[in-house]
């Protein structure tokens, strides 16, 4: 089965339609939305009317949580003090435009969905707001899978594509002291895990201004990372139009934010 | 040899309120042979015992000679911090799955609303050398690390806090997890690059629980630990048994 993983939609309705006719073009069997259908971009009802109208199983993103439950539903919600700033104002524009139906909607989305060995959510088991960046501790990316009772885990939230092996992995446990109930010694050995980032159709971050997003083969177990040009000018225009601030205009036309670089890099989430 | 200014630390948590199980560790630590000159208190100080206020009392004012007690706080602390509004969970939910509803008027009726000012200004924890002192963890203090719990977490909680040693006392157990040895292979693919496959290997390291002052009715758990030889020791001691009537309600 050929399924393909979209991520961070960000109201870009323009980057999704064309992601959706990518995705038919490659023959996918099914489609799993990784979150964030809106925030930053100018059409995040329409966007939440397309998904829907597909029948596409989605988890809650962290914009989507925000939406809800008040910007900044999590202490770690940006990055950065730059791109929280930002974040504000578009906080404020989509809170103005979405409709109860939407709100709803985003509000009842489940944080984790699950297909046999392979686990969705948008930034990883902890919590939609944390961060699984690619040079993360091994260990610790491990157990974030494991965690899941994955072999595969797809997150988004980054806005930046990858595909992460994890092998061999072993640790050696010693136990003991007057409540060591369980066994003195344990080795933990696992099989290959992976970490699937689906990158971001509607906000990629990248380098470019290309849609990304992912196809899974659950036969082969190949991932297959997709970038798709798309008509981003008119995107741009409808951000200004609709009186976003400007500069989701000129990064969304670079694939590219300074505000996303984490002030602090391991960019954990502690809730 | 690193010279830092405490030597030998005494370890504990979960006093829960019993003055008498405090009294009692206090006695056994200034026995030690080598002094303890550090004195660290993981959280849960007070509880449902009726000696909370007087519990209180004693550790803001240590007797002379005594190690000034560095207290972090606990699930207890959250569970007072919640009752007077000033905690994440108003509805005390988890205090009342736990105890039952009966339970909030006695934690009220506990503890003066200065004692529980007092106990909002403590730490969250503590990072000293290479030792992160926390009631659960970097997660919360709910988060309960035991022997059993899966070596990936209790790693995962070490590399987080970038601590070598992790002393907890949400479980109340006194145990020592060694993670001796690890390796794993990674390797990361993006849209423009295949990385060489990086191989990581384990430094050793440990959780430790320190034990409980009142999880057992007649028995004291802690922990005394000696930073420069990295010796671990769990101590056990008894506490006099004393009437347990008054309450301040």
Known sequence: MKLAVLSCIHGNLEALETVLGDIDGQHCDRIVCLGDLVGYGPYPNEVVDRVRSLNIPTVQGCWDEDIVEGLNACECSYPSQLAERRGLQAHQWTNEVVRPDVRDYLGQLPLTWKEGNLSFVHGSPNSQHEYLMPQLDGFI?????????????????????????????????????????????????????????????????????????????????????????????????????????????????????????????????QR | MIWTTTNHWAILSGIEGNLAAYEAVLKDIRRQ????????????????????????????????????????????????????????????????????????????????????????????????????????????????????????????????????????????????????????????????????????????????GVGSLSRHRDRATYTLYSPHTNRLQFRTVTPTRTPVARGFG
């Open chain 2, 33 to 208: 042979r080598i002094p303890v000159d550090a004195l660290y208190i993981l959280g849960d100080v007070v509880g449902l015992h009726p000696d909370c206020e007087a519990l209180v009392e004693r550790l803001r004012s240590p007797k002379a000679g005594e190690p000034v007690p560095q207290i972090c706080t606990g699930w207890w602390e959250e569970q007072y911090f919640n009752l007077h509004g000033v905690g994440g969970d108003p509805e005390a939910q988890a205090l009342r799955e736990a105890y039952g509803d009966d339970v909030l008027e006695k934690l009220w009726n506990n503890l003066s609303r200065e004692s529980v000012e007092w106990l909002r200004s403590l730490d969250f924890g503590f990072l000293e050398l290479d030792c992160l002192l926390i009631h659960g963890s970097t997660v919360s203090p709910s988060d309960e690390l035991t022997p059993n719990t899966p070596p990936t977490v209790l790693l995962d909680r070490l590399l987080c806090a970038q601590a070598n040693q992790l002393f907890c006392g949400r479980s109340g157990l006194a145990f020592e997890c060694h993670l001796a040895s690890g390796a794993i292979g990674s390797q990361v693919t993006t849209l423009d690059d295949h990385t060489t496959p990086v191989s990581q290997t384990l430094t050793p390291r440990k959780v430790i």
């Open chain 1, 141 to 269: 990316a491990l157990e974030r899978v494991l965690s899941a009772e994955a072999d595969v885990l797809f997150c988004g939230h980054t806005h930046i594509p990858y595909v992460r092996s994890l092998e061999d992995g072993s640790i050696e446990l010693r136990v003991s002291g007057p409540d060591a109930i369980s066994q003195p010694e344990q080795q933990l050995t696992t099989s290959l895990k992976r970490i699937i980032n689906a990158g971001s159709v509607g906000e990629p971050r990248h380098g470019r201004p290309n849609a990304t997003y992912v196809i899974y083969d659950t036969e082969t177990e190949n991932a297959d990372l997709r970038e798709v040009p798309y008509d981003y000018r008119k995107t741009c225009a409808a951000i200004v139009e609709k009186g976003l601030p400007k500069i989701f205009a000129w990064r969304l036309s670079r694939g590219w934010e300074f505000a996303e670089r984490a002030d602090d890099p391991t960019h954990l989430c």
